[in-house]
């Protein structure tokens, strides 16, 4: 069995979705082929400055643009984020190995992997079935490509949106957002904390800037050092460099310590020791959040899908939304002086978690070769 599962690198989420679920492939298939492809990773200078920058720049300079354009996307029902020949020129490399890896089947994990396989069933490059991921509690018409064969979605919201623009009720599964395997191990928060050098009670605060849009967690450090309030805030800038140059460059005071971590395999560890989460509401992040019964204050989502992520979370009593480091940092004081409602956030946040979506997802794919198996066991008797 041959698997290729196809993101785009926009923010972290798409692509550990899309490893989440090979990883389960490859393990419910031990001898299966199962490639994970970053179409960005592989596309020309050219395309990347023409698809990708625009996006990076709206979101730092100019949200309010983004926003219109993402809601024109939406409302007007774009066919697609660009024509079908920028992807063939731009990202001649995905198509290439579409042809000669000659998948049995295809697992899209963001929407433009959709429209490239769809493309590449279109022209001929391939038969194997494709199967969408959305990993956002939004979706948007592009999703919904004639050539997919079955979708998966977070919540019955995203399930409604597909079918109001056309797509097959019986396609849709319900199965939520696939998360690192990491999430389903257990670990011990006070060995955890002793780890990042926290000996006492106060409780630690885990800060997250998020794979998409500019970042201003050291403001809200350099808030929060300020509140007197004692706690022990980790922070994670991930691969964002600058980012993590600004955080080292705070210097914070007691009742509150700092530390900062550049890329960590810890995540999942770090959130199940933590009493608050602050981040960016990515559609992956806030599955992780649900799976560790983590409340969580948001700051400064972007317009569209991060703040309809937030909205879902904060609809279901588990998170408050902030804009800006003071508010960001007056939410989580208030939240970390007020134990019965951080509890009753906890609750609720992990009513939220689907522990089982990747495994669900996994199967998905699999059911989907079904008809491949029995045409091929049909020609071969």
Same mark, same amino acid.
């Given at each position: 069995?041959?698997?290729?599962?196809?993101?785009?690198?926009?923010?972290?989420?798409?692509?550990?979705?899309?490893?989440?679920?090979?990883?389960?492939?490859?393990?419910?298939?031990?001898?299966?082929?199962?490639?994970?492809?970053?179409?960005?990773?592989?596309?020309?200078?050219?395309?990347?400055?023409?698809?990708?920058?625009?996006?990076?720049?709206?979101?730092?300079?100019?949200?309010?643009?983004?926003?219109?354009?993402?809601?024109?996307?939406?409302?007007?029902?774009?066919?697609?984020?660009?024509?079908?020949?920028?992807?063939?020129?731009?990202?001649?490399?995905?198509?290439?190995?579409?042809?000669?890896?000659?998948?049995?089947?295809?697992?899209?994990?963001?929407?433009?992997?959709?429209?490239?396989?769809?493309?590449?069933?279109?022209?001929?490059?391939?038969?194997?079935?494709?199967?969408?991921?959305?990993?956002?509690?939004?979706?948007?018409? &592009?999703? %919904?490509? +004639?050539?997919? =064969? *079955?979708?998966?979605? !977070?919540?019955?919201?995203?399930?409604?949106?597909? $079918? /109001?623009?056309?797509?097959?009720?019986?396609?849709?599964?319900?199965?939520? &957002?696939? %998360?690192? +395997?990491?999430? =389903? *191990?257990?670990?011990? !928060?006070?060995?955890?904390?002793?780890?990042?050098? $926290? /000996?006492?009670?106060?409780?630690?605060?885990?800060?997250?800037?998020?794979?998409?849009?500019?970042?201003?967690?050291?403001?809200?450090?350099?808030?929060?050092?300020?509140c007197n309030v004692p706690m022990h805030i980790v922070a994670i800038a991930g691969k964002d460099k600058r980012a993590l140059r600004r955080l080292k460059r705070v210097k914070v005071k007691a009742p509150v310590s700092l530390r900062v971590l550049g890329w960590t395999d810890e995540v999942a560890a770090l959130m199940q020791a933590a009493r608050l989460l602050v981040t960016k509401p990515g559609g992956l992040t806030i599955s992780e959040a649900a799976l560790c019964s983590l409340p969580v204050v948001f700051f400064d989502p972007i317009p569209g899908a991060e703040f309809v992520n937030a909205r879902r979370m904060v609809d279901a009593g588990a998170a408050v939304i902030a804009q800006g480091p003071v508010e960001t940092a007056r939410a989580i004081v208030s939240l970390l002086r007020a134990d019965e409602s951080t509890e009753v956030m906890a609750l609720r946040s992990n009513k939220m978690a689907r522990p089982t979506a990747r495994r669900e997802i996994a199967r998905l794919a699999l059911d989907l070769l079904a008809p491949v198996r029995e045409a091929t066991r049909r020609m071969t008797a």
């Open positions: 069995m041959k698997v290729l599962v196809l993101t785009l690198s926009f923010g972290s989420g798409h692509v550990r979705a899309a490893q989440a679920v090979a990883d389960e492939l490859g393990r419910q298939v031990p001898a299966s082929n199962v490639l994970v492809v970053d179409a960005l990773a592989e596309c020309r200078s050219l395309f990347r400055v023409c698809y990708e920058w625009p996006y990076w720049l709206m979101l730092r300079y100019a949200p309010g643009l983004w926003d219109r354009f993402s809601t024109a996307r939406v409302s007007k029902k774009h066919e697609g984020t660009a024509p079908a020949w920028a992807f063939r020129m731009g990202c001649p490399k995905v198509f290439a190995t579409i042809k000669s890896f000659n998948p049995d089947v295809i697992v899209a994990a963001e929407v433009a992997a959709c429209e490239m396989a769809a493309i590449a069933r279109r022209l001929g490059l391939t038969r194997a079935p494709i199967l969408s991921v959305i990993t956002d509690y939004e979706a948007e018409p &592009i999703w %919904v490509q +004639p050539e997919v =064969d *079955a979708f998966t979605v !977070p919540d019955e919201s995203v399930r409604a949106e597909l $079918i /109001s623009w056309g797509a097959p009720a019986n396609r849709i599964s319900i199965c939520g &957002i696939p %998360v690192d +395997p990491a999430f =389903d *191990a257990m670990h011990d !928060p006070k060995a955890v904390r002793l780890r990042y050098g $926290i /000996s006492d009670k106060s409780p630690m605060v885990l800060l997250m800037g998020g794979g998409m849009g500019p970042t201003k967690m050291h403001e809200v450090v350099e808030q929060l050092s300020e």
